[in-house]
Nanobody, 125 residues
Framework: QVQLVESGGGLVQTGGSLRLSCAASGLTFSNLNAAWFRQAEAGKERELVAAISWNTGIEYSADSVKGRFVISRDDDKNTVYLRMDSLTPEDTAVYYC?????????????????WGQGTQVTVSS
């Protein structure tokens, strides 16, 4: 059974930092593209925040988080991370971990095959 389990969310003040973790079971991140999405409110679009390619190591970051968020992965632990610095209230959202097969990093949520349940990040002003 495939599971992606996120952790590390919480409440932080503006300017603070968090590190999200996504631990996988039933699949191997080293063979999949991994990504973090976020959804600010129910009914709003789920936005791709950052992604990392399984084969090239190429990373993608949305313009809104460039220079502040970094995605990484530890293949030995089968875990993907999202380091978030200089957080602002606009970063408040539920953050989801996702994984996708294929050679290229997908940019839309519909191309991802596996999802975690999400972890809430709230940034207070």
């Amino acid at each position: 059974q495939v599971q992606l389990v996120e952790s590390g969310g919480g409440l932080v003040q503006t300017g603070g930092s968090l590190r999200l973790s996504c631990a996988a079971s039933g699949l191997t991140f080293s063979n999949l593209n991994a990504a973090w999405f976020r959804q600010a409110e129910a009914g709003k679009e789920r936005e791709l925040v950052a992604a990392i390619s399984w084969n090239t190591g190429i990373e993608y970051s949305a313009d809104s988080v460039k220079g502040r968020f970094v995605i990484s992965r530890d293949d030995d632990k089968n875990t993907v991370y999202l380091r978030m610095d200089s957080l602002t209230p606009e970063d408040t959202a539920v953050y989801y971990c996702a994984a996708a097969r294929g050679l290229m990093i997908p940019k839309t949520r519909y191309d991802y095959d596996y999802w975690g349940q999400g972890t809430q990040v709230t940034v207070s002003s």
